[in-house]
Nanobody, 123 residues
Framework: QVQLVESGGGLVQAGGSLRLSCAASGSIFSINAMGWYRQAPGKQRELVAAITSGGSTNYADSVKGRFTISRDNAKNTVYLQMNSLKPEDTAVYYC?????????????????WGKGTLVTVSS
C-alpha cells in the first residue's frame, strides 16, 4: 500500500541548515494535510510543522522563523527547510500524511507515517 520515505537528515553544526524531504508512494487516491514531527530520546513526539492541501501552514513556536514547510502535490512530496539549526533541534524527524488509497475510495483519510530520519545538531 502506501509508503512514506524521509531523506535529508544528517549531522550539522549549530547555525547550519538542512532540507528534509518526504515522498509518498503507492496506491494513492488523494493526500490532504502533510506534516513533520520530531522526537528526541525520552521525550514526546511533537508537531514541528504542517501544511494543508491548499498550502496553509502552521509551525511549532520553537521553529517559527527558522523552518519552512512546503509541498509539491504533483510529486506527492513534502519538504522541511531547516535554517539556523540549534542543538535542541536534534531528534528523529518523522513525516506524516493524511492519505486516501485507491482501494479505500470512497473512504475517510488515514494517517501514514514514515520511519524517520535523524537530525543531529552539534554545539
Amino acid at each position: 500500500q502506501v509508503q512514506l520515505v524521509e531523506s535529508g537528515g544528517g549531522l550539522v553544526q549549530a547555525g547550519g541548515s538542512l532540507r528534509l524531504s518526504c515522498a509518498a508512494s503507492g496506491s494513492i487516491f488523494s493526500i490532504n494535510a502533510m506534516g513533520w514531527y520530531r522526537q528526541a530520546p525520552g521525550k514526546q513526539r511533537e508537531l514541528v510543522a504542517a501544511i494543508t492541501s491548499g498550502g496553509s501552514t502552521n509551525y511549532a513556536d520553537s521553529v517559527k522563523g527558522r523552518f519552512t514547510i512546503s509541498r509539491d502535490n504533483a510529486k506527492n512530496t513534502v519538504y522541511l527547510q531547516m535554517n539556523s539549526l540549534k542543538p535542541e533541534d536534534t531528534a528523529v524527524y518523522y513525516c506524516k500524511s493524511e492519505i486516501a488509497t485507491m482501494e479505500d475510495v470512497p473512504s475517510s483519510l488515514m494517517d501514514y507515517w514514515g520511519k524517520g530520519t535523524l537530525v543531529t545538531v552539534s554545539s
